[in-house]
């Protein structure tokens, strides 16, 4: 059962990277046009080994004061938000198309298994958060005899 969840969610995670990069295509195309910039989702890699999940995801161009990382029993969340100061210059300058004012990224993971919030940990380096998520060791089933 929990090879059919997986497959259905890779295939699914699949589908949704193709289509951000069909948006994110068409808005490079078309650059006059001036596409909500919204919440965007990062790409992420999620690695697991016998005792944690490791996330690395892409924040680009985002300090670790911009990060909120929430992490609950089976989940971690990030959300990172970025605005460009307004300087005395830039209100002189004409710009045809403006993007990388303000930038918003929201992205929430589900795990297959129950981790340890209060030990997970991360880092930030080179515009990729690497996020540590220890398991937490579930209960084994065990028969009784009467």
Request: charge should be negative; glycine fraction near 2%; avoid cysteine.
């Amino acid at each position: 059962m929990e090879d059919i969840l997986r497959e259905t969610f890779e295939t699914l995670k699949k589908i949704e990277m193709e289509l951000n990069k069909i948006f994110r295509d068409i808005a490079s195309k078309y650059p006059s046009i001036n596409f909500p910039s919204g919440v965007y989702e990062p790409l992420v890699d999620i690695e697991e080994t016998e005792n944690e999940y490791i996330v690395y995801m892409d924040v680009p161009g985002f300090r670790k004061e911009d990060l909120k990382i929430t992490v609950g029993d089976n989940y971690v969340e990030v959300y990172a938000e970025r605005r460009e100061e307004e300087k005395e210059e830039s209100r002189e300058k004409k710009y045809v198309v403006r993007q990388r004012f303000y930038e918003t990224v929201k992205k929430r993971i589900e795990l297959p298994s129950a981790i340890k919030p209060e030990e997970a940990r991360a880092s930030l380096n080179n515009g990729v958060l690497t996020i540590y998520l220890p398991k937490r060791v579930v209960s084994r089933e065990v028969t009784i005899e009467l």
